[in-house]
């Protein structure tokens, strides 16, 4: 059904320019504005999208014909994946533009990853799709268990992945979790995200995900698209999403990009933020409210204190006093504190400290 | 009972250096050097190792005071995480000894991980045993699909975990697939270990290690400890190992990574070394043999042709004519192949181009 859908969308997209053609005009191809100017933070939805201005290519002009000729190539080369039904990366559609396009095409257009990325971009905006349901695939790095099931419907098979007995590791969160693939059975009442592997770690052995019903997901650092739109879709069900990260600036912003998006990803807009997710810590205020975490504290470095200052300038976070405070904290204090930092007394306080924060609704926006 | 038998050995530490202060004398430990010097590629046995060379740490040297504490705190913390039966970071571990031992420790020691990892180095060659075995976790990374069962004995649970039933995507290999994790059914025939996670998309959306009875492994890029631990588990049940790589030497040390070991890992020995390895590719000889190839090459950069340099210079590698003559065709041609060129005539050719290298014996050592 999805691939029907996105078959026509770029089929539409060819049927537009041969009438252009026939008609005498240069082929042209309109696509929202990606630059900064055209990025805009929508308070009443909760996240970064783009604006209403848009760009016309035309294959009639000098800046824009090589552009426009990949852009044409490479809709016509996803359109086959999909009729072949099989998937590949970017790396690989890559390989398959210079093989049919012979040694004329310039190796570099592909070279630079951002390069080859903006096309792929251009097509997801303006089709309003996304690269995976052009059967791309992306890097997978992700891994959730939990009280789920999962049906799933790839290269002819039917399987069914129950989250919930993975054992001492989990199921790698795949590049696509939309096309074919179905939650059948989820008992868990929210979704945990653990900025790190190690916690994660932790946490499944304490069997923190069974005892407290939920699903539990590390983004292992910044989430891949696959992990945010696994997060986005379980949000969809009605699942409340809490995010636990390091106490400094960096895992705050893995935070907001899940949350938000950021202003790279703005052209992604709501398929892959999530305004609902909320916050449970490591917080500055944790340092007041845990007396054994104030010989854990670690220095923070100038690098630390400049990214909390410019966070503090962002108008989707400075919209909230809590968060205002949070980060003057910071600055104030110069201290930040890792997530691992709660081990230090005993290796299980994580989840009691997860429950406190979630029962008592300690959380932040 | 791994870790009744690690007990005894922390145990065992400890008591020769109680005995040793009772008869008057400075408490000392022994660890095998792990200096470039010390370092021997043992062709007998196919790996990189330590020799015989030992350097002796004395508590009451100035010098080594320090160091020799830390190692006697790393030593007696991990013994009580095996006592409570719980696994931690090397990070949780420093938390901990940071709240035990008081402000005074100081935060730079664990804060660095080259001399945190040190420590845990000099533990683990010292008493003969793997970090894995001092409950101690490590960040994952690899991926497994493919016919084999697993039965998974984890936090007072057992879980049945079928590697052929995981759907689009796949199990992530755990921290430790030693204590309590057993193979119970291996139907596959050999194990393919494939450098990149898009090319394991690729040959799991074929269904390749079904269809050709395999394990399929992607370490995405150098193997994790976890992952060349599963890989030299499966070669010791008599499983064929293969590896699949990019045509350059980053790709090529992936391999010996995995085959010998590497200076740096030459501490972990035969654990964690697989000499039964094989290369199926990429080679620049696949240039010659592959039409198709010839337009899809890459031009080696200058960085790349000094460490093809390199590698001619180790004494592990160049002991092989079919290497010294593939990594010499590096130098004179100033070319490299990406796995992910395969796929630039016809997506499903991968998995063809594997049939061949494999039906044919058409490897390297």
Same mark, same amino acid.
Request: charged share 30%.
């Given at each position: 059904?999805?691939?029907a859908n ?5 089929k539409?997209?060819?049927? %537009?320019?041969?009438?252009?053609v ?6 042209t #191809? @309109?696509?929202?504005?990606?630059s900064?100017?055209?990025i805009?933070?929508?308070k009443?939805?909760? !996240? ?7 760009e ?6 000098v ?11 490479? $809709?016509? /080369? %996803?359109?086959? #994946? *999909?009729l072949?039904?099989l998937h590949t ?7 398959q533009?210079k093989?049919?396009?012979g040694?004329n095409?310039d190796?570099? *257009? ?7 990325n903006?096309l792929? @971009?251009?097509?997801?905006v ?10 791309l %695939?992306?890097?997978r ?6 009280e789920?099931?999962i049906?799933?419907n790839?290269a ?5 992945i129950d989250c919930?007995k ?10 696509d ?9 989820v008992? $868990? ?6 900025e790190?592997d190690?916690?994660w770690?932790r946490l499944?052995?304490?069997r923190f995900?069974k005892?407290?019903n939920?699903i539990?997901i590390?983004? /292992?650092?910044q $989430?891949? +698209?696959g992990?945010?739109r696994l997060i +986005?879709r379980? $949000?969809d069900?009605?699942?409340p999403?809490y995010v !636990?990260?390091d106490c400094?600036?960096?895992?705050w912003y ?5 949350? %938000? =998006?950021?202003m790279? *990803?703005?052209?992604? =807009?709501?398929?892959?933020?999530i305004?609902?997710a909320r !916050?449970i810590?490591?917080?500055m205020?944790?340092?007041e ?5 104030k &010989?854990?504290?670690i &220095? ?5 204190i400049? +990214?909390a200052?410019?966070?503090?300038d962002y108008p989707?976070?400075n919209?909230?006093?809590e968060?205002v405070g ?5 600055? &104030?204090?110069?201290? &930040?504190i ?6 230090g007394?005993?290796?299980?306080f994580? =989840?009691?400290?997860?429950?406190k924060k979630i029962g008592n ?5």
């Amino acid at each position: 059904m999805g691939d029907a859908n996105t078959i026509e969308k770029l089929k539409g997209m060819g049927a %537009t320019m041969v009438e252009q053609v026939k008609g005498g005009k240069s082929p042209t #191809f @309109e696509t929202p504005l990606r630059s900064r100017g055209n990025i805009e933070y929508d308070k009443a939805v909760g !996240f970064l999208r783009l604006g209403d201005k848009t760009e016309e290519r035309k294959f009639l002009n000098v800046a824009q014909a090589r552009t426009f000729m990949q852009t044409v190539a490479v $809709a016509n /080369k %996803t359109k086959k #994946f *999909l009729l072949e039904d099989l998937h590949t990366s970017i790396r690989g559609l890559y390989y398959q533009l210079k093989f049919s396009l012979g040694e004329n095409l310039d190796e570099s *257009l592909f070279e630079e990853q951002t390069e080859s990325n903006a096309l792929i @971009e251009d097509l997801e905006v303006a089709l309003g799709i996304k690269r995976e349901d052009l059967h791309l %695939t992306t890097d997978r790095k992700g891994v959730v268990a939990g009280e789920m099931v999962i049906k799933d419907n790839f290269a002819g098979e039917e399987t069914t992945i129950d989250c919930a007995k993975q054992g001492r590791s989990g199921w790698m969160i795949p590049s696509d979790v939309d096309n074919g693939m179905e939650f059948v059975d989820v008992k $868990a009442k929210y979704v945990l995200v653990v900025e790190k592997d190690a916690l994660w770690q932790r946490l499944n052995e304490d069997r923190f995900w069974k005892k407290d019903n939920c699903i539990l997901i590390t983004p /292992k650092g910044q $989430a891949s +698209r696959g992990t945010r739109r696994l997060i +986005r879709r379980l $949000a969809d069900i009605g699942l409340p999403v809490y995010v !636990f990260t390091d106490c400094d600036a960096w895992g705050w912003y893995i935070y907001w990009t899940i949350k %938000t =998006g950021s202003m790279n *990803l703005a052209y992604l =807009g709501s398929d892959f933020s999530i305004p609902e997710a909320r !916050f449970i810590g490591v917080t500055m205020g944790d340092i007041e409210e845990f007396e054994f975490l104030k &010989k854990l504290t670690i &220095k923070a470095k100038p690098i630390d204190i400049k +990214r909390a200052q410019e966070m503090l300038d962002y108008p989707w976070i400075n919209i909230y006093p809590e968060w205002v405070g949070e980060l003057k904290k910071v600055l &104030k204090e110069k201290k &930040k504190i890792e997530q691992d930092a709660l081990q230090g007394e005993k290796l299980t306080f994580v =989840g009691e400290y997860i429950r406190k924060k979630i029962g008592n609704k300690e959380w932040l926006p």
